[in-house]
């Protein structure tokens, strides 16, 4: 096992510590943070540190990527959600992306999920709001 092996496997009950940004270029990056990302039984805060990185860092191929994090945005634990939404707005060009956006943006009961929905369709400039 390599060190970016070792450190993926780290991440998943650790990710605070680790710094993931620093090995974008490795192919195995991006399928293992969609894949965390999509996990509902996976850690928590590893999924948020996994949608940071989606959200600052999108992958060249945002599809799959996007619908991980749509899967995020439906999640039951509120601090995910919001991070999903936050994490949206450079996969907003995504018809379905942005029907989930319009949605989170309208109806979650979370109002801090709503406005980082409302911000993430601002962040595409050819996707109307909410």
């Not at 496997?9 to 990302?37: C, K, M, Q, S, W």
């Not at 060009?93 to 319009?102: F, G, I, M, Q, S």
């Not at 989170?104 to 929905?117: C, K, Q, Y």
Request: aromatic letters at 6%.
């Amino acid at each position: 096992m390599d060190d970016v092996a070792r450190l993926l496997e780290r991440f998943r009950t650790a990710p605070e510590n680790i710094y993931l940004e620093d090995h974008l270029g490795d192919p195995r990056l991006y399928p293992f943070l969609v894949e965390l990302t999509a996990d509902g039984c996976a850690y928590d805060l590893a999924r948020i540190e996994a949608m940071k990185v989606l959200g600052l860092w999108p992958p060249a191929d945002r599809r799959a990527a996007g619908r991980a994090l749509v899967v995020a945005l439906r999640d039951e634990d509120e601090l995910v959600r919001q991070y999903a939404a936050m994490a949206l707005g450079p996969y907003a060009a995504d018809p379905d992306v942005a029907a989930a956006l319009r949605a989170a943006a309208r109806d979650d009961e979370d109002e801090s999920v709503r406005s980082g929905a409302r911000a993430a369709l601002r962040e595409h400039p050819t996707v109307c709001g909410p």
